[in-house]
């Protein structure tokens, strides 16, 4: 049997759709809506009068959202004089702003560039050179970083906004002033020809629209991800990619939620894959009252937020479900409405969804993707009443595939590279031919940099990515394995696991902690591990630590301790 022929074996008998939960369909039809416009333009349309979005207290509805959204549209081609096909970077946190600023440059015709507020003056010239951006959509406090590199790139349109902008009078007064002059969080900036947001709302509001109908095939989203390499790629996602994805994701989310029913918070950040289609486009489409966490990383004012609101959906990683856990307060928050908790990004780890079960009475349900798939790819049953470890079963129109090296498939119960096929996949790296070609493979199966392996019933187990595996004495140890045995101790926060180079075996174990418990030394951490791993995927050294570097959705990054020890040498 050869390689091809292989590969289609498992995708042909698709055991996964057995284990579907009732009324989950095996396909979806990504025709369904001829663009990302279209969808959006449906649940604005049938929700018009229902809440839309809140921030800080302030709450706009749909109709008031597809209004902004128009006027910011009408802003962008009267008078920033914006194109078809041209690019807009959007560099906001989870401001009202946002949603409107996206919905508005999609309604332009324009590809959206998401960029992390919190990139260095080098990351966001690299992104806006890189993606061509014609315009930009900035907070005011990180206004200083663009005007470092703008004279470098093809920026020529600058949309400011403050924190406090969207807000109702005098809250937004009262906000600015805060952010600016109490806390001192916006250094001067000089953009000369820069306007304000709320100025473009104005005077878009007396400019016409010329409406403009994406084909499937046009890109809507220039998704940038740091990938194997550590370099950024722009994956090029199509309104055919994005629309496809909600309906998939819609499909297994109606098993819980109803149209115009629910409350969802939104923590992690719009600009992230995960959130902007899995907390904005999906749930416009189903009509949700959309909470927006501005910073999820003040968790004190987050749980004070949940307190408000009759929620029944949160999703993250596992790293803010862990934080959440162990804020004074969580435990008294209202869960009775609570259906979904989703989480992704990075392996949620069985002590954290035990003790969410334990506090919520909800699941913490696992799902799996990534930018590169829209994201989602696999998605665990809503129904199950305990954490299986698994990432789910693929989705509706969707194929996973495990393959060896060479591309050969390993067939079931065999750990490989986990391949995905389905509409969801992006076209491939913006002006990186190169880049896609080391990932996309015949078939139109995309190489997805994650190990693991697929059980009898159809779901999916990740040991680790790739890049990560540490190698003692020829074994593959896979760091999630190993922090999860670290992390059932009661004395550990948060925990990574990286190789340290070892003249004996190659590599050992070497783990990176947080301590819950002050006392914890790192001999009861290694006796922890012991009982629980294998001899050679024991931890040989154990170095505590105030905080763990984090990405931006706050993924703890194992590549900068890798590359610690490694300098040790």
């Known amino acids: 049997m050869n390689a091809s022929t292989a590969g289609n074996a498992p995708t042909a008998r698709k055991v996964w759709l057995d284990s579907y939960p009732p009324g989950v369909p095996a396909e979806i039809n990504p025709a369904e809506y001829p663009s990302i416009n279209a969808l959006l333009a449906e649940g604005c349309a049938r929700f018009a009068d229902q809440p839309a979005y809140t ?35 959007i560099m906001l946190p989870n401001v009202l702003q946002y949603p409107i600023a996206l919905y508005g440059a999609l309604l332009a015709g324009l590809v959206v560039v998401n960029t992390n507020p919190l990139y260095t003056a080098r990351e966001l010239e690299h992104q806006l050179i890189d993606s061509g951006a014609s315009a930009i959509v900035i907070l005011e406090n990180f206004a200083h970083i663009l005007e470092q590199v703008i ?43 820069a306007i304000r947001f709320n100025q473009a709302l104005e005077q878009g509001r007396y400019a016409e629209l010329t409406p403009v109908e994406p084909q499937p095939d046009d890109i809507a989203f220039l998704q940038y991800t740091g990938g194997t390499t550590g370099v950024a790629k722009g994956a090029m996602l199509t309104h055919r990619n994005m629309v496809a994805n909600v309906l998939q994701a819609s499909a297994w989310i109606g098993t819980e939620l109803r149209f115009g029913r629910d409350v969802i918070i939104t923590a992690l950040p719009l600009y992230h894959i995960f959130a ?34 009759p929620f029944s959906y949160i999703s993250g990683v596992n790293t803010l479900f862990n934080a959440l856990l162990n804020t004074p307060g969580f435990d008294s928050v209202d869960f009775s409405h609570l259906k979904i908790t989703l989480g992704g990004g990075m392996a949620v780890q069985r002590s954290v969804a035990e003790r969410w079960k334990q506090v919520t009475g909800n699941v913490l349900t696992q799902a799996w993707g990534l930018t590169e798939t829209s994201p989602a790819a696999c998605i665990n049953p809503f129904s199950l009443q305990e954490f299986n470890g698994s990432i789910g079963l693929p989705i509706p129109s969707t194929e996973v595939s495990i ?14 590279e986990i391949c995905v096929r389905g509409p969801q996949v992006m076209r491939g790296y913006w002006n990186r031919p190169d880049e896609t070609e080391k990932v996309m493979i015949e078939g139109g199966w995309l190489r997805t940099g994650d190990i693991g392996r697929m059980d009898e019933r159809g779901f999916v187990y990740i040991e680790d990515r790739k890049k990560d595996m540490i190698l003692v004495s020829g074994f593959n140890v896979y760091p999630n394995e190993i922090e999860e045995a670290a992390a059932a101790h009661p004395g550990v926060l948060e925990v990574a696991a990286v190789a340290q180079p070892d003249e004996r075996s190659g590599e ?23 009982e629980r791993l294998t001899g050679y995927k024991v931890p040989k050294h154990v170095y505590f630590r105030d905080e763990l570097p984090k990405t931006n959705v706050g993924k703890i990054m194992r590549r900068p301790l890798r590359e610690e020890l490694a300098q040790r040498r």
Not at 508 to 529: E, G, S
Request: charged residues 20%; contains cysteine.
């Open 276 to 309: 902007l289609t899995a907390n904005w486009l999906v749930f416009v489409r189903f009509g949700a009252h959309n909470v927006l966490i501005v910073n999820a990383r003040d968790f004190p004012a987050f749980v004070a937020e949940l307190k408000k609101y």
């Open 508 to 530: 050992v174990v070497a783990l990176f902690v947080v301590r819950k418990d002050p006392q914890l030394t790192a001999q009861q951490l290694i006796d922890h591990c012991r």
């Open 55 to 89: 921030s800080m207290g302030t709450t706009i509805t749909y109709r008031e959202y597809e209004t902004l959204a128009r006027d910011f549209a009408a802003w962008l081609q009267q008078h920033a004089q914006l194109r078809r096909g041209d690019r807009i970077a």
């Open 403 to 416: 393959r060896d090296d060479s591309g050969r498939d390993l067939g079931l119960n065999q750990s490989g």
């Open 151 to 193: 004279g470098n790139t093809n920026v020529k349109t600058v949309v400011v906004t403050g924190v406090g902008d969207r807000l109702h009078w005098p809250k937004s007064a009262i906000v600015n002033l805060v952010v600016r002059h109490v806390r001192r969080q916006v250094p001067s900036w000089r953009l000369p020809g």
